[in-house]
């Protein structure tokens, strides 16, 4: 019997990322161990929201997002993403997002590290908290609605009212994007979308505290005619549309990285209580039902688990589209807003009381979901853009 020869089959690339990946899970998941002990856990005994931001700041959360350039550890965005979604998971309403973003546009906007360097040393050391007031970036760059930026005679203000927003720590700073409109006087701005970091507090801006149902503290900006002090327009026109464009995904793999987590937290909470509560004379993860259903709960959050790290690893490699981001960022927000409504019911009664893990969930991923856009809006941008 003669045995056929065997020829060399070239092994694939996504085999060859598969691979890759192992190889760096074991400090992967060292560090993700560090920053969830740094958290800790949602439940029993979580901390106050300024610990918690004391906490990413000693575990160097901000270094992980910095350039070497700006005395940063440039970790790549897999390791940021994996903070979003550890800091969701621990219910932290800290305006982490706002922070990381701003960290990228301060060092690749006009100037550079040179001329942000005082902004990102107070980044870095945890006294400026940089929030985003209201929508985040489409992840096809498109400018959230509700500011207006308006320009006369060279001068800038800011109109309108965006929000909510995580607002567990007091934001040093806000981080706006606008629209740009000229009056009829109007000079010294280019048209279309603008981009602005803007210290509080500062005159024209109320800060409002909106009630919180169990949800976590959040807030709104109101802008009446808000001065915008020189030199605090990072980008605009063609320059922002650009960097928009850019940041668009990044945004998307963030928001859908904290919704994973937001989805983990609520499940982690549904299988103690099934294990502990009592029906029949046995535990509830006895019975079938119960069982199957947060079975296939945990099966859609492994999913998009997966899906946002292998988003993560493409952003990196620089070919994450805007389509692949928006679809990220709805299927994220539809499991979120799915499973987090299932996790209530499963808790039966005790899934309403407010100081309840699985209701503060719901009602913080039913704002956060939609933050990016509304899933059924993202859809249709996946299905428009490659």
Not at 55 to 77: K, M, Y
Not at 159 to 165: E, T
Not at 262 to 275: Q, S
Request: charged residues 20%; hydrophobic residues 45%; contains cysteine.
């Amino acid at each position: 019997m003669t045995t056929a020869p065997t020829t060399q089959v070239p092994r694939r690339r996504e085999e060859e990322r598969w691979t890759e990946r192992e190889e760096e899970d074991a400090l992967f998941r060292q560090l993700r161990l560090t920053v969830r002990q740094t958290l800790g856990p949602a439940a029993d005994a979580p901390q106050e929201p300024a610990n918690a931001w004391r906490s990413l700041t000693e575990v160097g959360a901000w270094e992980f997002a910095l350039p070497i350039e700006a005395d940063g550890l440039d970790l790549g965005q897999a390791v940021l993403a994996m903070v979003c979604e550890e800091t969701g998971a621990a219910l932290h309403p800290v305006p982490l997002l706002g922070t990381l973003i701003a960290c990228d546009l301060l060092t690749t906007a006009p100037g550079g590290v040179d001329r942000h360097a005082q902004l990102l040393a107070g980044i870095r050391d945890g006294a400026v908290p940089v929030a985003v007031s209201g929508r985040l970036p489409g992840p096809d760059g498109t400018t959230p609605s509700g500011l207006v930026r308006t320009v006369d005679e060279g001068r800038s203000a800011i109109s309108g009212i965006a929000g909510p927003f995580s607002a567990g720590v007091e934001p040093g700073a806000l981080l706006l994007f606008m629209d740009a409109e000229h009056t009829a006087g109007g000079v010294g701005a280019a048209p279309g979308p603008s981009v602005a970091l803007l210290p509080l507090p500062a005159p024209g801006v109320t800060i409002r505290r909106l009630p919180d149902h169990g949800g976590g503290p959040c807030a709104a900006a109101e802008f009446a005619a808000a001065p915008l002090p020189e030199g605090s327009v990072l980008l605009e026109g063609e320059a922002a549309r650009t960097a928009l464009c850019r940041i668009g995904p990044q945004v998307a793999v963030y928001q859908a990285a904290l919704l994973t987590g937001l989805t983990a937290a609520a499940l982690t909470a549904v299988v103690a209580r099934i294990r502990e509560r009592r029906q029949f004379g046995q535990a509830l993860i006895k019975h079938q039902s119960p069982r199957l259903r947060v079975a296939g709960l945990l099966a859609r959050l492994d999913a998009v688990r997966w899906a946002v790290g292998d988003a993560a690893r493409d952003l990196d490699a620089g070919r994450l589209t805007s389509g692949e981001a928006a679809g990220l960022t709805a299927l994220a927000a539809e499991t979120a807003l799915d499973v987090t409504r299932d996790a209530v019911h499963l808790h039966g009664a005790a899934g309403l009381a407010r100081d309840a893990v699985v209701a503060a969930c719901y009602r913080r991923v039913a704002w956060e979901a939609l933050r990016c856009g509304r899933p059924t809006a993202l859809w249709q941008t996946t299905a428009r853009m490659p």
